[in-house]
């Protein structure tokens, strides 16, 4: 019986977060969510307390998963740079796999009351540490720019890697891991050529 009630509860976050991503969390009435699971909206209320706590949900269980995912990576032995490299083929394969979920957590969360709202960003920030202690440790030994913010670094390669969420196509021509290989290449390797020299993006100004 208990298994039985956790797939419900996960088909119901995962009807959720389709709504809300494509008709945006506003638009999105319990009688649309209770529609599209075959359900009185009376009925809906057995599971849920409001359309607020589905929201709130799906914020946690994202942000649940990235960080069971990512914090073996950060505190492993990996060189700085490959643990980089593995953090955004996992993070990327994570967010791709369920785009409904992570997009509504992104775009979503500013619609949550001030109590649950907080409580998000205090786990995304946990997060976010995670990623600027990798960025740090780079820096550290060397191999990553120091005349820059990791902070700003961190913000950067976040961003980078969260908007493959908005193009990202699941039949076209990347998989998820080629996805996550294209981005680790671009951020720790740039794409300037090899052969171009360091003072031709200073001419071009």
Request: proline letters at 4%; one cysteine or more; aromatic letters at 8%.
């Amino acid at each position: 019986m208990k298994r039985a009630g956790e797939d419900r509860n996960k088909h119901l976050l995962r009807i959720a977060a389709r709504l809300f991503r494509t008709k945006g969390y506003a638009a999105t009435s319990v009688r649309d969510i209770a529609r599209a699971l075959r359900l009185e909206s009376s009925s809906l209320y057995h599971y849920i307390d409001s359309k607020e706590e589905l929201l709130y949900r799906i914020c946690v269980q994202s942000l649940d998963e990235l960080m069971e995912k990512v914090e073996p990576i950060v505190f492993s032995p990996l060189p700085p740079l490959e643990k980089l490299q593995r953090f955004i083929e996992t993070h990327v394969d994570a967010i791709l796999e369920d785009r409904d979920r992570h997009a509504v957590m992104l775009f979503e969360l500013r619609s949550l009351s001030p109590r649950r709202r907080k409580a998000i960003v205090q786990l995304r920030d946990r997060y976010e540490q995670l990623v600027l202690r990798m960025v740090e440790e780079g820096q550290q030994a060397g191999l990553l720019r120091q005349d820059l913010s990791a902070r700003y670094l961190k913000l950067a390669l976040l961003n980078l890697l969260n908007w493959s969420i908005f193009w990202y196509r699941p039949h076209g021509p990347l998989d998820s891991s080629a996805v996550g290989g294209l981005l680790g290449e671009v951020f720790l390797h740039g794409v300037l050529h090899t052969g171009v020299p360091h003072n031709a993006l200073a001419a071009a100004r």
